[in-house]
């Protein structure tokens, strides 16, 4: 599966939206675009993924550029429920269903 | 609709001894994956099984480590016998049809601490 490069940390006030960047200069065409996110003690959660077309659902937005290579999470009205550890993941589908996790991006929601 | 439940939340208990973890996936999801979280290497899958068959175990660290899934309603990892550097959080995750786009779902962990 394709490496992926997302910053550190990041901070957002509350109420606006907070846009996490990834990069993954590497995917290949079969290889979709993952996010989840770790809330501190809880298991990862779902958000949302993509192939290449954008995507929206009640959590969050997925902008993917269009040769592939990055993408933006947007998270359209941050709320401080939303400060959590961002994980950016790129898996094939049809191959090896693991995921593998980097260390992520730390959002914290400043009120 | 439930989620993926994983039992018991929190586990404590002396090196040597046996540690079993369970895992009860979403209803007809039929791939089921464990994964370990600790400070030093981050989540890691140790093993995943589609169809109730192990498909990946490349990152069970040792013999120690078992992983069954008797039904598709189960599975069950096993640490025997039980080291410190066991001491992390397990995941357990489910999805949807093998080969589809569709996420995995995890449960809240194991938090296990061998003394």
């Known amino acids: 599966d394709a490496k992926t490069t997302q910053p550190t940390s990041m901070d957002c006030a509350e109420g606006r939206a907070a846009n996490l960047p990834c990069n993954h200069s590497t995917i290949s065409g079969n290889e979709y675009v993952y996010w989840y996110r770790q809330i501190h003690s809880q298991g990862p959660q779902y958000i949302i993924h993509g192939l290449k077309n954008n995507e929206t659902n009640e959590m969050a937005s997925l902008i993917i550029t269009e040769d592939r290579k990055s993408s933006t999470l947007i998270l359209p009205h941050a709320t401080l429920r939303d400060t959590a550890v961002y994980y950016c993941i790129v898996r094939v589908v049809g191959g090896n269903e693991k995921l593998t996790f980097g260390t992520g991006t730390r959002l914290t929601i400043i009120p | 609709d439930a989620g993926v439940i994983q039992s018991p939340r929190h586990e404590v208990t002396e090196m040597g001894q046996e540690v079993t973890l369970r895992c009860k996936p979403i209803s007809g999801h039929n791939s089921l994956f464990w994964y370990r979280q600790t400070m030093m290497r981050g989540l890691e899958l140790l093993i995943y099984?589609?169809?109730?068959?192990?498909?990946?175990d490349s990152g069970m660290p040792e013999d120690r480590f078992s992983a069954k899934m008797p039904n598709a309603s189960f599975s069950t990892l096993k640490i025997q016998p039980s080291e410190p550097r066991d001491s992390a959080v397990y995941f357990c995750?489910?999805?949807?049809?093998?080969?589809?786009?569709?996420?995995?779902?995890f449960g809240d962990g194991t938090r296990l601490s061998i003394l």
């Open positions: 099984f589609n169809n109730n068959v192990p498909i990946d």
């Open positions: 995750a489910s999805s949807y049809r093998q080969g589809s786009n569709q996420p995995q779902h």
